[in-house]
């Protein structure tokens, strides 16, 4: 069975918004990752996180503005937002808290239900990447399966 068919498989509910979280990281080889779902216009709120995330980390995340930080810029730019190293970056994607996790490769897509972006879904990495066209694919997919089954 294929990730997507996995994912589709998983029962409703919030364990299972975790789950499609764990099994997206682990699919993409990375060490961690957060889903952020917009709870109102213009403010996201973090619902679902991979484990071993700082607790200062998570309080930091748990709304994220549109526009701000690279879960904002990916839904007010519907387009993925990526950093091959978090810990460097001098693009102005990423904010000071990030540097917190420790991590360095990164990539956030939108989550999107037709073309409005109703969410984020990033993973990262502890070094350095560059994700692939491929990998960006696949996580934009997921990201389609999670506004399908876990947005109102």
């Known amino acids: 069975m294929d990730l997507l068919e996995r994912l589709h498989a998983l029962p409703e509910g919030e364990e299972s918004l975790r789950e499609t979280l764990r099994l997206a990281v682990e699919h993409l080889g990375a060490d961690s990752g957060t889903i952020h779902l917009l709870e109102s216009p213009g403010l996201l709120r973090l619902r679902a996180a991979s484990e071993g995330i700082p607790e200062i980390v998570l309080r930091t ?4 503005p549109v ?54 879904l990033g993973v990262a990495n502890r070094q350095e990447r560059t994700f692939t066209a491929e990998e960006t694919r696949v996580l934009t997919e997921i990201g389609r399966l999670i506004a399908a089954r876990f947005m109102p």
């Open 67 to 120: 526009g701000k930080g690279m879960a904002g810029l990916a839904v007010d730019r519907i387009a993925p937002v990526t950093a091959c190293n978090i810990q460097t970056d001098t693009s102005g994607d990423v904010r000071p808290g990030a540097k917190a996790t420790g991590l360095e490769g990164a990539i956030v897509v939108p989550i999107l239900r037709g073309a409005e972006a109703v969410g984020a």
């Open 61 to 64: 995340v748990e709304t994220v």
